[in-house]
């Protein structure tokens, strides 16, 4: 088995170990640009200096990434607004080409010999706990690898995210919530390499504490906490979810078990086609109803995080109302964003349980009695264990109607979608979630066969 | 008000309060079988005396009521098969007519002058604590009741017995589990009249804890505990319902609110017919589903608890099968018993989620992924949270299937429903379950519009 191993990883290294050539090429962009900053550098009044960070920096990117990333360092006692300003005048110097985008603060993303370049200011501080934006703390990460990362690791670092990758599970974006490049830096390093680690998260008991530096003093209620060696108090997997930490474990143990190169590559989905879709709920007897509405203009850091919120608070709905849910799902692409659930219950009686007070609650007791007393669309008031209860007209028995109506915005939707739903949505009923096979024909797929 | 209420209480006095007559009729019959018993007791080759209990012996019988209990004391040390033979010897002497029931041991059951006489054997004990079998008590009670109990609050015990038959929870009997003849003396005694007994029930707080010799030795769990003034150990009122105590509150406020006559009389339902129940079903857009099967030949005492059990049982089961029930009820005549479950879902998918183990536990999740894992039945295994879900075929997608299978025989039911059914039941599904308005109409009538 360990020969298995050993050689699925030979085949896995050949894929994403740069070779003498990009490596080379890299090298000579980092040094061009490096030049070109710090000239760009000396037209301005105060000092800087320019650090390369990122992956290329620690000799852990992938074969064909292409991601270059520099950061100028200002005096931490510069204004925002004057550190924006030069950071954006050093850009747009730089690659007169280039377009800005805007994180924390604006950079400037250009190219330069094939490789993407982002080009970002940030302050120079002390130590990693002083930092005045987010970014300030990448220069320190990148230190820190340097220091401990040999010519191995680094090989096993790749490997590593390759296997996340093709998991599913690599990334820190707020869509993904899985593992980031400098978290699987990190485990790697614990660990000591690839294998060791694959073997140490296939026996994880969560929640696992990790913390190379041995000082960390905050206390995480995350499923996996990784203190940062350059910030004691930041879990560097605080955004990693549950389901993510287990699908590590769950394909950790398929490695050893059996060891193959498709765990490393993402599986590819055939999508389903409308006829596929609807035949797959039909066998399963259940009733889907989607909730769909214009995708908000939203960064995807901003939007999944709010079509979760948006998702709970229907399915919580769909529950207290009794049209249980099964499972439940979303996809957005460019254009529409999905609310999906697929429902146990198609339909509920004309007639809900409404329970009163205890009886010898006399005031309230009075109160509900009188008020339903002499109306003729309840059954009761009765008496069931020391309490009134009486069976009213329900007001929406399909789950469709429900979500036809108001109660949808009294649920805790993400911000963007409520206003975004307030203008315009549509209710998908049974049948016609089918239709979404469109648009969604490999999300469908994913959901109507689901893997680990 | 004032005026209506007793107004309302001189009518209900005209109707329950013996007159002389039949007061006369009892006092010789009591007085013409207390001589022969004394005469068949000089047989004996032992002393024992007879004594007079129950609310012919306590003047607070309703006129109209015939039952004459009649107990022969012996002494205590006296073998029981000895005392169940003299107490045999002596009914068959006095009522060569009469015929044997049995109780905790046997006793005679006869008539004279039109009255229907209870004669039974029981120990003569130094105090209520000391029984030796349940009906020694008896003797204290009367004692007690005869001590203090006067005229006025006779014809207040009558008052209020017919009060508790007209809302249905007369009757200690472990169908109804309401408030015995011995308990309603009390307390009306206690508070004083009917009146107040009214007032004070309005405002209850159960629990409600009465103890008029106010020397309680033991603590209960019921709604309603009134001490035993005979035997501070027991709860006079330990059968009544924590429904029935409501109901009693309720009922006892609307004869404040608006006295009137037919509080106190049985309210009759007209039976509903099986068009009548069809359509009443179809209106509430519900599924009914009935297990029928032969009324087990027990006495009432036996065969409600049990039927109660079993239903529970039912419903526990529909429930965690996702046949969510609405309301439930149990029907039974001399032949058949009924358990009625009114279920809010008619159908559940042909899917069914199951969870598995959480991932990390290793032993478990990778037992449960191997079963799963080639499993062309199911959907999965796949990652929610921290745990494998698989998604099964469901056994049974409606309650009639459900309910046809072993799962029935799964639960608690009585012992003696258990093996009725294991010999025989019917499933009435939906619109079948009309039909048990033939037998069950008024049932029926009750259960679809049912009252306080």
Redesign the interface.
């Known amino acids: 088995m360990s020969d298995e191993f050993d050689a699925v990883l030979e085949d896995i290294r050949e894929r994403v170990d740069p070779g003498p050539g990009e490596r080379e090429r890299l090298q000579a962009v980092v040094d061009e640009l490096t030049t070109e900053i710090e000239t760009a550098i000396t037209d301005l009044p105060i000092e800087a200096d320019v650090v390369q960070v990122g992956s290329t920096a620690r000799g852990t990117w992938i074969a064909g990434d292409r991601d270059v990333d520099l950061f100028v360092r200002f005096p931490a006692d510069l204004p925002r607004e004057e550190l924006e300003a030069y950071g954006l005048q050093i850009g747009r110097q730089v690659f007169p080409e280039g377009r800005e985008e805007y994180a924390e603060h604006p950079y400037v993303v250009g190219q330069r010999g094939g490789f993407d370049v982002d080009l970002v200011p940030c302050y120079a501080v002390a130590d990693a706990t002083q930092i005045q934006s987010a970014v300030d703390r990448t220069p320190f990460h990148t230190e820190y690898l340097d220091e401990h990362l040999d010519d191995d690791l680094t090989g096993d670092v790749r490997v590593c995210k390759q296997f996340l990758t093709g998991i599913g599970v690599y990334g820190s974006d707020l869509r993904t919530r899985g593992f980031s490049g400098y978290l699987t830096e990190l485990l790697v390093l614990e660990c000591g390499g690839f294998r060791p680690f694959v073997e140490a998260a296939?026996?994880?008991?969560?929640p696992v504490k990790i913390d190379p530096e041995d000082h960390g003093r905050a206390t995480f209620d995350d499923?996996l906490v990784v203190i940062d060696p350059t910030d004691p108090e930041r879990n560097v997997a605080a955004v990693c979810s549950?389901?993510n930490?287990?699908?590590l474990?769950?394909y950790a143990?398929e490695l050893l078990a059996d060891p193959r190169v498709d765990l490393f590559l993402p599986a590819e989905r055939d999508p389903l086609d409308t006829d596929a879709v609807a035949a797959a709920f039909e066998?399963?007897?259940?009733?889907p109803v989607a909730l769909v509405f214009e995708t908000p203009d939203l960064v995807e850091d901003d939007l999944y995080p709010q079509l979760r919120k948006s998702l709970a608070g229907i399915v919580s709905l769909l529950d207290r109302e009794?049209f249980?849910v099964?499972?439940s799902d979303l996809f957005a692409d460019d254009e529409r964003a999905v609310l999906l659930a697929e429902l146990?219950?198609?339909?509920?009686?004309?007639?809900a349980?409404h329970e009163g007070p205890?009886?010898?609650v006399?005031q309230h007791?009075?109160g509900f009695?009188g008020r339903y007393e002499s109306d003729e669309t309840v059954?009761?008031?009765?008496?069931?264990?020391?309490?009134?209860v009486v069976?009213r007209e329900r007001e929406h028995?399909t789950a469709a109607a429900l979500l036809d109506s108001g109660a949808v915005f009294e649920v805790a939707l993400g911000t963007h979608v409520e206003s975004t739903m307030a203008n315009d949505y549509d209710v998908l009923p049974g049948e016609e979630v089918a239709t979404l096979a469109e648009d969604f024909g490999v999300e469908l797929a994913d959901y109507?066969?689901?893997?680990?």
Not at 448 to 452: F, H, I, Y
């Open positions: 296939a026996d994880w008991h969560p499923p549950e389901s930490v287990a699908r474990q769950h143990r066998k399963r007897e259940t009733t009794g249980d099964l499972r146990e219950v198609l339909e509920r009686p004309a007639v349980r205890p009886v010898h006399r007791a009075e009695f059954t009761g008031p009765f008496i069931e264990g020391d309490r009134y069976e028995t109507l066969d689901p893997r680990p």
